[in-house]
């Protein structure tokens, strides 16, 4: 089943929250190194610390380590050369990182290297990807426990045991590859930036209708009521009280994806006796379908919604919509065109539609969404061990995630990280540009936060965006973590009719024309998933939840 933010992915999230920051702002503020650097006093202190940092992890000279990524979206493709942050990393470490991403299916990319046997020095896939484990069967990928024992015994004494023990894979139980965004429990616990789900209103319209409570089922319906009321137009069309996003996926878009765990329909249905099933077999959907039911019948809701695409859903963001249930930094291109043309009328997070108790939000996953293998194809397979062990560490975190310390960064008497304001207004203003000069968070497919952080963003977003976002985020790991079965297998092909039925349902149910109607359309959608063989997928789902409990717990669901 495809799941948003397991989509989604540690560093897919990293990486988008941080490209769709607005790039609307000259050259001329672009961040650019300070003066000192270019000083002898800066050249000496420069120099001393990429010599001790060499001596540390220099793997070998001008070694080229052919990378395979299997995201489309990553665009940093330039020799590292080219970045400054980057440019450090290759000449620390003497590595030469060559990347390729697939243009078109990422799933037929793979499937085609793995047939052919056409394989790189380094893979990274999504971690639920079938694919890794067909690699692990295939017998195409190293066990880095014997490329450890046998080229850098260190580096297994440097993986903290819980990433170990939960990247490890349930086929042989050895280490195949290193995660990109494991949570360590300091931050699980703090909740630090792990929430991305929020409602959002237009700050401005939010007041002026006195700022009322939306946490209920009917004060939410009420809101947008009146809402609907006051502002029939804005900028010369008609308004929309609540965005639900574009066509394609729509189940899964996020706003509809919120407002489902709103009313507690989670990503599965565990059930009292304990199978798992889908989540449209969780009786609190049938309420989640009767409310979107009736804000579609009040015209509380687009009704060409089902048929916009992303594109027009934005340019509905940036004029005419109220609210949206979506991840907050979704919001951040409409955020700045409308506080371009009104100061201070961006969305703001508020407290979310609570229609059962104790509503929460898939944050991101405790193993972080990438894993990232050694191929046995490699020429070099001790670089490629020792190159995993620098992204990993420390100090590889802290160069390529947060620059040079002292310059781009320091590091307070509370041991958390500030960045300089040269780095934080630049990221601010442009940060495509700073991204594209410097390569700071383009490469985060083994990131392990290292320390905590001062957040320096924007008022609103550090006063109600993330505290909400984190407030009703929860470590969503049972429930994701390899959930989703191959798609060439009986049960996957099963898991693909459920989304297809799903997905051409959900616009028929919604825009039913009466609640009765609605729900009947409901069990009807239930019936033909059924019929496609939905007992065979609830085998599987129930085995693999079972086993994720086992390996994780059953405390973070």
Known sequence: MRKRMNWTSMAMTLCLVLTVLAGCFKDKDAYKPSETSSSNN???????????????????????????????????????????????????????????????DPTEKINIMIATGDLPDLITLGLHDPAVDKLIKSGLVYSLDELMDTYSPEFR??????????????????????????????????????????YSVRKDIYAELGKPDMTTPDSFYETLKAFKEKYPMINGRPSIPLAIGDNTQLETSPPIYSLMHSFGVKDHYVQPDGKVTVK????????????????????????????????????????????????????????????????????????????????????????????????????????????????????????????????????????????????????????????????????????????????????????????????????NTIVSYKMTPDLTTEEGIVSSKVDEIAAKSLPKIVMAVSEADAVKMVDEMIGHMEKAGLSKLEIYLTKQYNLNVEKFGNDKY
Do not use: C
């Open 280 to 475: 449209f077999k969780n009786p609190q959907y049938k309420e989640f379908a009767k409310y979107m039911n009736k804000l579609y019948r009040e015209k509380l809701i687009d009704a060409e919604a089902f048929v916009k695409g992303e594109t027009q859903i934005q340019e509905d963001l940036r004029s005419n919509v109220f609210a949206s249930a979506a991840y907050f930094w979704y919001l951040d291109g409409a955020n700045a065109a409308l506080d371009q043309a009104k100061p201070d009328s961006h969305f703001v997070s508020i407290a979310p539609l609570q229609a059962v108790e104790d509503v929460k939000f898939p944050g991101l996953a405790r193993l972080g969404g990438q894993i990232t293998l050694v191929s046995k194809k490699s020429k070099n397979p001790e670089a490629a061990i020792k190159f995993l062990r620098y992204m990993f560490s420390k100090d590889g975190n802290l160069l390529m995630l947060y620059g040079h310390e002292g310059e781009d960064y320091s590091i307070n008497a509370e041991g958390k990280i500030t960045r300089s304001d040269a780095i934080q207004q630049a990221w601010a203003k442009d940060f495509p540009a700073l991204k594209d000069r410097t390569g700071i968070w383009s490469f985060v497919y083994l990131f392990y936060k290292p320390l905590p952080e001062v957040g320096k963003e924007a008022p609103d977003r550090m006063e109600h965006d993330r505290p909400i976002a984190n407030k009703y985020a929860f470590d």
């Open 42 to 104: 800066g050249q000496a202190v420069e120099s001393d610390w990429k010599n001790e940092q060499t001596k540390k992890w220099h793997v070998g000279q001008n070694v080229d380590l052919y990378w395979y990524i299997g995201f489309p979206w990553h665009t940093n493709l330039k020799d590292w050369n080219e970045y400054s942050f980057l440019k450090d990393v290759k000449e620390i470490t003497g590595v030469n990182p060559i990347v390729n991403v697939p243009t078109g």
């Open 157 to 198: 004494k440097e993986i903290p045991q819980d990433v170990y023990d939960a990247s490890k894979s349930e086929i042989d139980q050895k280490l195949y590859g290193m995660p990109g965004g494991y949570l360590p429990d300091w931050l699980l616990k703090a909740k630090d930036g792990i929430g991305a789900y929020t």
